[in-house]
């Protein structure tokens, strides 16, 4: 038994010496043998024919070859490769790339195969075609916006390859713009990047992808959304952020990036052009990003998800949508400014939902009208006997009397075609202006009998205006009469949970939906209404005391 044992343990020895040399020539042990081995062919190539030592510097290498290179029209040739280059194509294919080439050169875009539009990418993104980096850029967007419908999977690459070609490039362009396309650009560093340079700015526009993306609380889930509420949604959500952050800055002095500050700072080294044939001796193989990790702060996503969702309860509201949202905690100042704010959009988009429906006959026969006035008050009066003078001018003063009563007929039928038009008048669409004074009438003696007939009219729509109005609007206009500075219009805005903007905007939308006009520009009671809101605001107050 032990010859025996012996015997076993001899031939394993033997059988695992003899395995060992087959072991070690594994593929896992042999990539690096081969890896070195490309290295030298490389390197070898380089010394004897000139050829860039890797795959990326020998296709810029060609493609400064070719830079300036036409084609003529020859037939479309498929091509499909994962990394795309010159050495991949053919002869037939080289020359329809050229062709197609000189084609986009020219900003005509024939349909072809996306290896192609790599290519010519990799060119752009190393310089090839251009002098400037906004030149690159533009044609970068401009190959995009030709071939994204063609090819969707055009958006997913060239939102990470724009916003490095923005990054490396020291480019004014707004990263937030090119990755919102991307949903995996949308989830990396550039997300982050963008919102911390965003919340930098004086009055952040936040898109709403980004609003989104900082949210614990998906909206276009919600019934609402999906039941006609998509529209108001993704209108007003950017509007309210942007709007609470000012609000914050006036009436706290810290605004949404102080208020929310996570205390740190963050860098990533980002791989550039990661996907794409890049030599990274243009700009090397990563770069730094700072930025702000304002995502990975939950007090500032909780403080977002509760914005989106006390603005998607009121426009629910407004759109008599069947319930709410719950657990709104917002301070109760914050959620009045966002219903004042959201009222005046409604208000605003019902007035310009309103349709012109002009009554054409209507205005053909005022026009008929207009030119019988015209021929009345232009008679000609010729000499004649001081009897016929006589009876001349009697008759001229009935005409006259007769003129000013169908003229008058007239502007008050025009005061009738504005409201059948279902809009409000307004500096830029006045339907009562289209019956001008004729030439035979002075403009003076116009204006006055246009006052005479629209007084009573005037005084009923400034006497709505006032009901409309609340006393802090009352508060405001005499603040603006009495030359109040901005500090105490704040200080009367902050105490009735709003903003000076969003009260001024109030009483001008009142003022539009009642005389057609506004009454208060810049922060300044305009001139042509001063005396008679100064006349009104002492009735006013006289009546209050």
């Known amino acids: ?101 000189s084609e986009v050169r020219r900003k005509s875009y024939p349909d072809t195969d996306l290896s192609y539009i790599f290519i010519h990418i990799y060119e752009l993104i190393h310089g090839i075609g251009w002098t400037e980096p906004e030149e690159g850029f533009q044609l970068l967007l401009e190959l995009r916006a030709a071939y994204a419908g063609r090819h969707p999977a055009l958006l997913e690459y060239m939102a990470d390859w724009l916003a490095d070609f923005v990054l490396v490039h020291h480019l004014p362009m707004p990263l937030e713009e090119l990755i919102i396309s991307s949903p995996a650009a949308m989830r990396d560093e550039l997300f982050d990047l963008a919102l911390t340079r965003l919340l930098e700015e004086e009055k952040p526009v936040l898109p709403l992808e980004i609003v989104l993306g900082l949210s614990d609380y998906n909206m276009r889930r919600s019934a609402f959304y999906s039941s006609g509420g998509k529209e108001a949604l993704d209108k007003h959500i950017p509007q309210v952020i942007t709007l609470v952050d000012a609000y914050m800055g006036k009436t706290q002095g810290r605004r949404l990036k102080d208020a929310f500050d996570p205390g740190r700072s963050k860098t990533v080294n980002r791989y550039l052009f990661h996907r794409a044939v890049y030599d990274p001796s243009f700009h090397g193989r990563t770069i730094p990003l700072k930025f702000t990790p304002y ?41 009045a400014l966002i219903e004042r704010f959201l009222e005046k959009e409604q208000l605003q988009a019902r007035r310009m939902s309103r349709q012109i429906s002009i009554n054409t006959d209507r205005l053909a026969s005022l026009q008929e009208d207009t030119e019988v006035v015209q021929r009345l008050l232009t008679v000609e009066y010729e000499e004649e006997s001081e009897g016929e ?39 830029s669409i006045e339907p009562s ?73 109030e009483i001008n939308d009142a003022a539009m939906e009642t005389i057609g006009d506004l009454l208060i520009e810049d922060f300044t009671v305009m001139d042509e209404h001063m005396d008679l809101v100064r006349e009104i605001m002492g009735e006013q107050f006289d009546e209050s005391t």
């Open 1 to 101: 038994m032990e010859n025996k044992g012996s015997q076993d343990i001899g031939f394993a020895e033997l059988f695992v010496d003899e395995e060992e040399p087959e072991i070690s020539r594994t593929p896992k042990a042999a990539p690096p043998v081969r890896s070195q081995a490309s290295l030298e062919d490389f390197d070898l190539l380089k010394k004897e024919h000139g050829y860039p030592a890797t795959r990326e510097a020998n296709f810029v290498h060609q493609a400064r070859q070719w830079a300036d290179k036409e084609g003529g029209r020859v037939p479309f040739q498929p091509f499909m490769s994962y990394w795309p280059a010159y050495s991949q194509m053919n002869g037939p294919q080289s020359e329809w790339y050229f062709y197609w080439r």
């Open 295 to 335: 995502r990975e702060y939950k007090p500032f996503r909780q403080y977002v998800t509760q914005l989106i969702r006390c603005t998607e309860n009121k426009l629910r509201e407004v759109a008599g949508f069947k319930g709410r949202l719950k657990g709104i905690m917002l301070l109760p100042e914050t959620q």
């Open 389 to 427: 003078e006589e009876a001349e001018t009697v008759h001229a003063e009935l005409t006259e009397r007769q003129a000013w009563t169908e003229l008058s007929s007239s502007v008050e039928s025009s005061s009738s075609i504005e409201r059948s038009l279902s809009m409000e008048p307004s500096r």
């Open 433 to 505: 202006r289209s019956i001008e004074p004729s030439p035979g009438i002075e403009s003076s003696s116009f204006g006055i009998m246009e006052a005479e007939n629209t007084a009573a009219a005037y005084a009923e729509e400034w006497q709505e205006i006032w009901e409309r109005l609340q006393p802090v609007h009352l508060q405001v206009l005499s603040l603006l009469l009495s030359g109040g500075v901005a500090k105490e219009l704040a200080s009367l805005a902050a105490q009735h949970g709003s903003m000076p903007e969003l009260l001024i905007d």
